[in-house]
C-alpha cells in the first residue's frame, strides 16, 4: 500500500498558513480533513470550504471515513495533504492502515493543563505519551509551522 506523502496536525484544520504558504510547496490536488467532530458540523466544514481555494479538492470526513477514501486513492496519495486536528486521529489513522513515515505537527493550542514546548505547540501529559507512542511505532514527528521555518525533531523537543 501507498503511503501518505503529506500529512499535518494542526487544530486550527484549515487556515491562512496551509494555503498561503503549504500549498505553495505541496503539490496537492486535494486536501483530506479527517476530523470527526468537522465532519459532523455542517457550519465548521461549510467554513473550511470557503478556506481552500477553488483550484483544490477538498474532502472534509471522519476519521473512518477518509481512511476508507485514501485506502481507495493509494495511487493518488502523493497529490493529497491529509489534515488532522489532534493526536488521536493520527493514531487512529495509522490502526485503520493508513501507513505515513512522518507527521508534520504544526499547531496544538494552549489551554488548560497543557505545557508549552514550541511557540505553536503546548501538549497535555495525555498527549505528549501518545505523541512518544507514534514516534515508538516509527513516524518521525517534526514541528514545522510553515515551509521557510527548519523543521525540529519533535521528540527531542518533548523528551
Given at each position: 500500500m501507498a503511503k501518505v506523502q503529506y500529512?499535518?496536525?494542526?487544530?486550527?484544520?484549515?487556515h491562512g498558513q496551509i494555503v498561503a504558504s503549504w500549498l505553495t510547496v505541496i503539490p496537492a490536488k486535494a486536501i483530506v480533513v479527517a476530523d470527526d467532530q468537522a465532519a459532523g458540523n455542517k457550519l465548521q466544514a461549510s467554513v473550511l470550504k470557503?478556506?481552500?481555494p477553488p483550484s483544490i479538492k477538498l474532502m472534509v470526513m471522519s476519521v473512518k471515513d477518509a481512511?476508507?477514501?485514501l485506502k481507495a486513492k493509494a495511487k493518488l496519495l502523493d497529490?493529497?495533504?491529509l489534515i488532522v486536528g489532534n493526536v488521536d486521529a493520527a493514531i487512529e489513522l495509522l490502526?485503520?492502515?493508513?501507513?505515513?513515515?512522518e507527521l508534520n505537527v504544526g499547531n496544538i493550542s494552549s489551554g488548560g493543563d497543557r505545557v508549552k514546548y514550541t511557540k505553536a505547540i503546548w501538549l497535555t501529559e495525555e498527549e505528549k505519551q501518545k505523541f512518544i507512542g507514534l514516534s515508538d511505532r516509527g513516524v518521525r514527528l517534526i514541528?514545522?509551522?510553515i515551509p521557510s521555518e527548519k523543521a525540529s525533531d519533535l521528540m527531542s523537543l518533548i523528551k
Open positions: 500529512f499535518r496536525l494542526d487544530d486550527r484544520l484549515i470557503m478556506a481552500c481512511a476508507e477514501y497529490k493529497i495533504l490502526d485503520l492502515g493508513i501507513e505515513f513515515d514541528s514545522q509551522v
